[in-house]
Structure formats: C-alpha cells, structure tokens
C-alpha cells in the first residue's frame, strides 16, 4: 500500500492538533522507529511520536542494528529538505521539502507514506508536525487520505 500525501498540511495545519484519534488499520501496540542520523531535522522524530501519541500509539527511537527484541512493528525514514530566504529575510533557513515513511511488520512493509511539498506557496514554512501528521494517518489510519 503506498500513499502520496502532497499539499495537505497547509489545509490541516490549524486541525492537526485537535484532530480526535483514528480507527488503526491494524493493531499497534508499539511502534519502534529506527533513528536516520541522515535527516537534519531535529524535530522530525518528536513530530512522528507526538502524533503516534495523539493516536495512541506507543512508539519507541533505537539506533540502527539495536533494534530491541520485543519490536515487531518498526518505522524507517528518510527525508529532504531546502533553503531559502524566508519572507523579507536574507536568512537562508530550512524547510521540509519530501518525506518517505515505512511501517514494516517483522521485516516487511505493510504500509507507507509520502509528504512532498507543492507548489511554492507558503506551505514550506508550516511546521514539521503539520506537515507530517496527515502523513502518519495515512500511514496508520483506516480511511485517511487514499490518494
């Protein structure tokens, strides 16, 4: 199953926070997130946590090869991202650009997600949990964003 989630964020900002917790496609107790030492976002991983907590969902960070015995369902990441000068600013600042997420059962994927950044409007500059919210329903949720 793979899912695109593009542009949705701007629109879902505002609710993200409030959004009530979905029905889970299937069980998860805990989700184990294998940390990127690639991704430069240091608020990346907070942002998916956060929100597996929202859905209540457990979820646990453990490096690369010290995957605690007791995951079963663990979560991969990688991301992009750009600069640019925000608004009237001639500070280059980063901003989200893509993100890719895989939910594997004991080894195999069973679902996945995409953010990717549209158009050049304002969107960039919403934050990591806005954008990345809808991405974990579509990952996770029964009836979300079936694009």
Known sequence: ??????????????????????????????ICIEYNRDVAIPDFVPA????????????????PGTMPSA?????????????KARFSSDEMQPYLIEADLALLEEGKVI???????????????TSTAA???PVVDALVCKDKLKL
């Open 1 to 30: 199953m793979s899912m695109v989630v593009s542009g949705v964020s701007e629109l879902m900002a505002d609710s993200a926070a409030e959004d009530p917790p979905c029905a889970l496609r299937n069980p998860l107790p805990l």
């Open 48 to 63: 998916l946590q956060n929100r597996f907590k929202q859905l209540q969902v457990e979820s646990a960070l453990y490096a």
């Open 71 to 83: 995951c079963r369902t663990t979560l991969r990441y990688s991301t992009s991202r750009g600069w």
């Open 111 to 125: 679902s996945n997600a995409r953010y990717q950044i549209s158009g050049m409007g304002y969107e960039k500059w």
């Open 131 to 133: 954008k990345m919210s």
